[in-house]
């Protein structure tokens, strides 16, 4: 790697079912202004602006970027757009710190988003489009034979996944961008929530929600002069497997296993467990976390919900995951990765507020998508690796 | 700067209208003849990148299936972008940069037969006050074509001689839809399609697909003969609204070729889906009368959408091969009237 | 329902359409919703951008991204066509079905040109530099098409009577329609369901069998052929289910809970996944069932809903229901987990 990248800023919108007070030019440009404001720059500083986002059906416009480049300071400056499905918002941090490391630009603002609520993407569509058949409601049918496989494999408990709902739900409570605020929330409500696609119960799924991330990266002469903590980014990853095949395990993917290892290497980490101090992992619906920390290798196979049920997942526990409330608690699909990534930046400058992990120096971010078959990941430090 | 290289090229032939083999089943052959000609074991290519589209056919999540002509098993690492082939390279080229993998496979595929292009190129308009309007691509065309011809010296005739000239070359372009060989008297004789534009000022709509392989340094020496060496790539976005441009200029494409180190060209491949644009093309990276242009026929011979970019890199590549150029130019466009540009010089040793 | 068949063409039994539509709301923040409030009003209204006056107006200055104050200031109605074209021959999706320009029209006030319509008797009538006015439509619902322009001097007065409270969305339908054949293999699978019978492909090379077949092996990237199709048993083992509880949303049928399974068809490699199944009780639905597709007569079937996609396979309208063998469930250690 060529050069060091840092986030020197990060920004998100609220996260609502519909922002029905901004356009699309509004929605990310109030993510980019904030991650502008915490860098102390403004769009005239910037080198390069990466977009991301899910398919284009959503909003209903192709190529949202052509429309966008002049609401993001993109003229005269290289723009791209990256789509890999869930996982995009965690690639096109990856691209947009790709710019950076191979020194190409000193300044690249990136930039993910959905406005779901334009096409009400969870009811509506076209049976033909996968996954979208009522977003959650064909991604719920899809995925939960999977969970039912874990299940069935790993012996976990029943209500594990509640459990890991209840975490989510309380950590949301403490972020004050996060669409889901379910005050007052307990086991009880979640396994009471109407049982969707078995054993998925509806406080147990993410919402559908209008946001935006944005993150500004910058070189290391660039992180040294930002007016807050940088978190450098040490190592990232992306894996890739086809969607259909005799033998393919969903439920641990060897894509995941790979990635992680991958990723673990280039940052010279030995045991995860112990070296990471927490993460923000993509967990659409709630089984999703023991099956990840699996998959991640913090956990041997079937064991990964022990985690969740000893509270090492949790908040104050010795492997927090998902301080922001994560996908469960607010889900704009195109940007739901990238805020793994900013978040999990934060964490590591400091910047998390309520849901701040007290001196965490070493942090996960995790994206996935498809049929559990593309992955993106990154570690970000205190300090340059 | 690391030095990379394309390796290799392949591409289908380009038709109106592919019904008898799907995505993969098109991009197969041409993924694996790219990787056969690239003399980089299919199993050492370190990245993966491809460029395309979910409208074109009304699937999201296209590119998913797509994978399925990699053999990505064992996992890949792969990426993709919803643009044209040729930002793909570009994001292939800065992996290679930052020392991530020597080796990738670029590949786009696009299939505009299904659908009507011209009404689905019309959302990639801004959805306020553009799209609601049905302005469709050649409309918008044809103003920057007016713009051009009433603000510069530019001719009918000028751009009916690109026309002819591109479907002349084509003949020599196994690979192309639309090829002969028109006089352009008569050609001017025609009645206008969208004026000023006649039809033959206008690309077909084509189904097709493309792969490259790129390489750095040594891997790059000792797989390929001749590798065609990526001197400059860089690309340039402007504002959106065409009153807020001057159409007749393209000043993203100076940028980018100033950038790229576009001088001293002997052949450009300009993707140029209307006449008129490979003369706006032409001015913006100053290429004379000496340099030739489109030796494969370019856009107006074939134009696969999301593909045809790539392509123009991939026939810079064919022209250092050939012993054409020494020093060759691939451009690629994407948006409403030029809107955004991709300038990658290509050399020989 | 016939595909225009054009070049290399070879025509397939079983044409497709598919139609990609839905009306889009967009919303529209602080600068295009008192644009279109105004449009909906008979007035338009520009944005001031420094020493510039932006019409249509955007929320953020073009060159730097800053944003713009709301210093909105009323231009036109009248103004200059700088560039134009004549579409002679208007397509569906235009704002006139007669012909009529498209043209760049700086209005009175404004220092950028907006790309609208203008409605002329000819394209001897349009010219550069011509005066041009706005004519709003006697409908106006706070959209771009509440106006367009004609020749200055074919402008008709309306009386404009303003709308009631702010336009703050603005509901676009967008209707794309596809059409293509079915692919050779997709197409013989599809006269297989109308045959009742399963028709799936044999990896030539590692001699795995998917269903339908995809026309190529995914992991050897190799191409199959017609000879590489093979007749699956219409009786499989169910490997994994889950009861879906229908919540009422646009296009949704069931009412009652229901088990949506993957079925093993004996022979194959890959499950058909997602059958529904109504006709056994989801509490006796159980993984290891053994079950036999009971086809519909001949004449009731049909693959209207089988068609290229890559990621939902459709069994077609062909399965009347899905029903016990009656053999003992098949133990979980010999099925393979899959999904």
């Given at each position: 790697m060529a050069e060091h990248?840092?986030?020197?800023?990060?920004?998100?919108?609220?996260?609502?079912?519909?922002?029905?007070?901004?356009?699309?030019?509004?929605?990310?440009?109030?993510?980019?202004?904030?991650?502008?404001?915490?860098?102390?720059?403004?769009?005239?500083?910037?080198?390069?602006?990466?977009?991301?986002?899910?398919?284009?059906?959503?909003?209903?416009?192709?190529?949202?970027?052509?429309?966008?480049?002049?609401?993001?300071?993109?003229?005269?400056?290289?723009?791209?757009?990256?789509?890999?499905?869930?996982?995009?918002?965690?690639?096109?941090a990856i691209v947009a710190a790709s710019l950076i490391q191979a020194g190409v630009h000193d300044r690249v603002l990136t930039v993910s988003y959905e406005k779901q609520s334009e096409s009400n993407a969870m009811w509506a569509l076209s049976v033909k489009v996968p996954f979208q058949q009522g977003m959650?409601?064909?991604?719920?049918?899809?995925?939960?034979?999977?969970?039912?496989?874990?299940?069935?494999?790993?012996?976990?408990?029943?209500?594990?996944?509640?459990?890991?709902?209840?975490?989510?739900?309380?950590?949301?409570?403490?972020?004050?961008?996060?669409?889901?605020?379910?005050?007052?929330?307990?086991?009880?409500?979640?396994?009471?929530?109407?049982?969707?696609?078995?054993?998925?119960?509806?406080?147990?799924?993410?919402?559908?929600?209008?946001g935006a991330c944005a993150m500004v990266l910058g070189n290391a002469a660039v992180a040294k002069k930002a007016p807050k903590k940088p978190a450098w980014v040490h190592a990232t990853a992306m894996r890739t497997e086809p969607t259909m095949f005799s033998g393919r395990d969903q439920v641990n993917p060897q894509a995941g296993q790979d990635c992680a290892r991958v990723l673990y290497k280039k940052a010279g980490i030995s045991d995860p467990r112990k070296e990471i101090d927490c993460c923000e992992i993509y967990v659409p619906f709630s089984w999703?976390?023991?099956?990840?920390?699996?998959?991640?290798?913090?956990?041997?196979?079937?064991?990964?919900?022990?985690?969740?049920?000893?509270?090492?997942?949790?908040?104050?526990?010795?492997?927090?995951?998902?301080?922001?409330?994560?996908?469960?608690?607010?889900?704009?699909?195109?940007?739901?990765?990238?805020?793994?990534?900013?978040?999990?930046?934060?964490?590591?400058?400091?910047?998390?507020?309520?849901?701040?992990?007290?001196?965490?120096?070493?942090?996960?971010?995790?994206?996935?998508?498809?049929?559990?078959?593309?992955?993106?990941?990154?570690?970000?430090?205190?300090?340059?690796? | 700067m690391r030095d990379v290289a394309v390796v290799s090229f392949a591409q289908t032939k380009n038709v109106r209208r592919e019904n008898r083999r799907n995505e993969v089943e098109m991009l197969i052959p041409v993924v694996q003849e790219a990787v056969e000609k690239s003399g980089v074991p299919k199993q050492e290519i370190g990245f993966y990148c491809s460029g395309s589209s979910d409208y074109l056919a009304g699937q999201s999540f296209s590119f998913v299936m797509a994978v399925d002509c990699l053999g990505a098993w064992p996992p890949i690492a792969e990426s993709h972008v919803e643009m044209d082939g040729a930002w793909a390279l570009y994001e292939a080229w800065i992996k290679i940069q930052c020392g991530e993998a020597d080796s990738a496979l670029i590949f786009s595929f696009g299939r505009s037969s299904p659908g009507v292009i011209r009404e689905t190129l019309v959302l990639q308009l801004d959805p306020y006050t553009l799209a609601p309007l049905g302005a469709d691509p050649v409309s918008l065309a044809a103003l920057q074509a007016r713009a051009l011809l009433e603000s510069t010296d530019h001719s009918e005739r000028e751009m009916a001689e690109v026309a002819a000239r591109n479907r002349s070359n084509a003949k020599n372009n196994p690979y192309a839809q639309l090829t002969g060989d028109f006089d352009v008297d008569e050609l001017l004789a025609e009645p206008y399609f969208v004026s000023p534009l006649r039809k033959h000022d206008c690309a077909p709509i084509s189904d097709g697909a493309t792969a490259i392989v790129i390489a750095?340094?040594?891997?790059?020496?000792?797989?390929?003969?001749?590798?065609?060496?990526?001197?400059?790539?860089?690309?340039?976005?402007?504002?959106?609204?065409?009153?807020?441009?001057?159409?007749?200029?393209?000043?993203?494409?100076?940028?980018?070729?100033?950038?790229?180190?576009?001088?001293?060209?002997?052949?450009?491949?300009?993707?140029?889906?209307?006449?008129?644009?490979?003369?706006?093309?032409?001015?913006?990276?100053?290429?004379?009368?000496?340099?030739?242009?489109?030796?494969?026929?370019?856009?107006?011979?074939?134009?696969?959408?999301?593909?045809?970019?790539?392509?123009r890199i991939g026939e810079a590549a064919n022209a250092i091969w050939d012993g054409t150029a020494r020093r060759a130019l691939g451009h690629a466009t994407s948006g409403p009237c030029l809107q955004q540009n991709l300038v990658c010089v290509l050399e020989g040793e | 329902m016939a595909i225009k068949q054009?070049?290399?063409?070879?025509?397939?039994?079983?044409?497709?359409?598919?139609?990609?539509?839905?009306?889009?709301?967009?919303?529209?923040?602080?600068?295009?919703?008192?644009?279109?409030?105004?449009?909906?009003?008979?007035?338009?209204?520009?944005?001031?951008?420094?020493s510039r006056v932006l019409c249509p107006p955007l929320e953020f200055d073009p060159d730097t991204g800053e944003t713009l104050s709301p210093d909105f200031v009323e231009v036109g109605p009248a103004g200059c066509v700088e560039f134009w074209t004549w579409i002679a021959e208007p397509s569906r999706k235009h704002p006139f079905q007669e012909p009529f320009a498209f043209a760049q029209v700086k209005l009175d006030g404004a220092d950028t040109a907006m790309t609208h319509a203008v409605k002329a008797a000819g394209p001897e009538a349009m010219s550069a530099g011509m005066r041009v006015k706005a004519q709003?439509?006697?409908?106006?619902?706070?959209?771009?098409?509440?106006?367009?322009?004609?020749?200055?001097?074919?402008?008709?007065?309306?009386?404009?009577?303003?709308?009631?409270?702010?336009?703050?969305?603005?509901?676009?339908?967008?209707?794309?329609?596809?059409?293509?054949?079915?692919?050779?293999?997709?197409?013989?699978?599809?006269?297989?369901?109308?045959?009742g019978k399963f028709i799936g492909q044999r990896s030539p090379v590692n001699g795995t069998v998917s269903i339908p077949g995809k026309g190529y092996d995914p992991l050897a990237r190799v191409l199959m052929t017609e000879a590489d199709d093979v007749e699956l048993a219409s009786t499989g083992t169910a490997t994994s289910f889950t009861v879906i509880t229908p919540i009422q949303y646009k296009g949704q049928t069931e009412t009652e809970p229901y088990v949506s399974a993957s079925i093993f068809l004996d022979g194959a490699d890959q499950a058909l996944s997602m059958q529904n199944i109504y006709s056994i009780p989801v509490d006796e639905f159980r993984e290891g069932m053994r079950l036999r597709a009971i086809f519909k007569p001949a004449a009731e079937r049909n693959v209207d809903n089988v068609d290229n996609s890559w990621m939902i396979f459709t069994t077609g309208n062909v399965i009347e229901r899905w029903e016990p063998t009656g053999e003992p469930d098949v133990p979980p250690e010999e099925f393979p987990e899959q999904i």
């Open positions: 990248c840092a986030v020197i800023g990060v920004g998100q919108t609220q996260h609502d079912a519909k922002r029905i007070d901004v356009s699309q030019y509004g929605l990310v440009r109030e993510a980019a202004e904030r991650a502008l404001e915490d860098a102390g720059m403004t769009y005239a500083d910037i080198d390069a602006v990466v977009v991301g986002k899910a398919p284009d059906m959503f909003e209903g416009v192709m190529m949202p970027e052509l429309m966008l480049a002049d609401s993001l300071g993109a003229v005269g400056k290289p723009m791209l757009r990256v789509h890999t499905a869930g996982s995009v918002g965690g690639s096109t959650v409601a064909g991604a719920g049918g899809y995925f939960a034979p999977l969970i039912r496989a874990y299940m069935k494999r790993s012996g976990a408990p029943e209500d594990t996944g509640i459990r890991v709902a209840l975490k989510d739900r309380q950590n949301a409570l403490k972020n004050p961008y996060a669409h889901l605020k379910l005050e007052g929330i307990d086991f009880d409500q979640i396994a009471n929530s109407p049982m969707l696609w078995d054993p998925i119960r509806y406080l147990e799924t993410c919402p559908s929600s209008d999703f976390e023991p099956m990840w920390m699996e998959n991640l290798h913090f956990a041997p196979e079937s064991e990964g919900w022990k985690m969740t049920y000893e509270g090492a997942t949790a908040l104050d526990g010795d492997l927090p995951v998902n301080m922001s409330g994560g996908v469960l608690s607010s889900n704009p699909i195109g940007a739901s990765g990238m805020l793994r990534f900013a978040e999990i930046a934060n964490q590591i400058r400091g910047e998390a507020g309520e849901h701040q992990v007290d001196g965490a120096k070493k942090g996960l971010g995790h994206a996935y998508g498809g049929g559990s078959q593309f992955f993106s990941m990154w570690i970000v430090g205190d300090q340059p690796l | 750095a340094d040594d891997v790059a020496r000792k797989a390929s003969k001749k590798p065609a060496w990526i001197r400059g790539i860089d690309h340039r976005i402007e504002s959106h609204q065409l009153g807020l441009r001057d159409l007749s200029q393209s000043t993203s494409t100076s940028l980018a070729g100033e950038k790229a180190g576009a001088i001293d060209i002997d052949v450009a491949e300009l993707h140029a889906p209307f006449s008129h644009q490979e003369l706006i093309l032409r001015d913006a990276l100053s290429l004379g009368d000496d340099v030739k242009i489109n030796p494969s026929g370019g856009a107006l011979a074939a134009n696969s959408v999301m593909v045809a970019g790539l392509t | 054009e070049g290399v063409l070879t025509i397939s039994e079983f044409p497709t359409t598919f139609t990609l539509e839905y009306p889009y709301t967009r919303t529209l923040g602080p600068v295009i919703g008192p644009f279109l409030t105004a449009l909906r009003d008979g007035r338009i209204l520009g944005i001031r951008c420094g709003f439509r006697e409908e106006r619902t706070g959209a771009i098409t509440d106006v367009y322009f004609v020749p200055e001097g074919d402008a008709r007065d309306v009386a404009i009577a303003p709308g009631e409270g702010e336009v703050a969305i603005s509901t676009h339908l967008i209707s794309l329609t596809f059409e293509e054949n079915l692919y050779p293999s997709r197409a013989r699978y599809a006269q297989g369901l109308l045959d």
